[in-house]
Nanobody
Framework: QVQLVESGGGLVQAGGSLRLSCAAS????????MGWFRQAPGKEREFVAA????????HYADSVKGRFTISRDNAKNTVYLQMNSLKPEDTAVYYC????????????????????WGQGTQVTVSS
């Protein structure tokens, strides 16, 4: 069992930056691929970024490519999402998720492949 706790959300002006963190419990964090998703009011949950178990592979949604960076520190059981050049359309609740199934990095755009989810953190970008 893995518990995930997100933090770092908040209110920021357009063009600003935030760094989200996702702290995981459990001794096997290093073996999980991790992903970030987001859900805006009235919209479906959408993929943002994913990172392989060792950090060697990453994948991003086209809407955030070049602006967001996913990374992980296995020694700290934490995955990060650095968000730069934020836009009002980035406003959403952001969730981290863990996949213990060793799925390919491209497959991890599918939220159904993840086994554990955090409770989410709100990001609001004002114009």
């Amino acid at each position: 069992q893995v518990q995930l706790v997100e933090s770092g959300g908040g209110l920021v002006q357009a063009g600003g930056s935030l760094r989200l963190s996702c702290a995981a419990s459990g001794r096997t964090f290093y073996s999980y691929a991790m992903g970030w998703f987001r859900q805006a009011p009235g919209k479906e949950r959408e993929f943002v970024a994913a990172i392989s178990w060792n950090g060697g592979n990453t994948h991003y949604a086209d809407s955030v490519k070049g602006r967001f960076t996913i990374s992980r520190d296995n020694a700290k059981n934490t995955v990060y999402l650095q968000m730069n050049s934020l836009k009002p359309e980035d406003t959403a609740v952001y969730y981290c998720a863990a996949d213990e199934g060793r799925n390919t990095i491209l497959a991890l755009t599918n939220s159904r492949l993840y086994d554990y989810w955090g409770q989410g953190t709100q990001v609001t970008v004002s114009s």
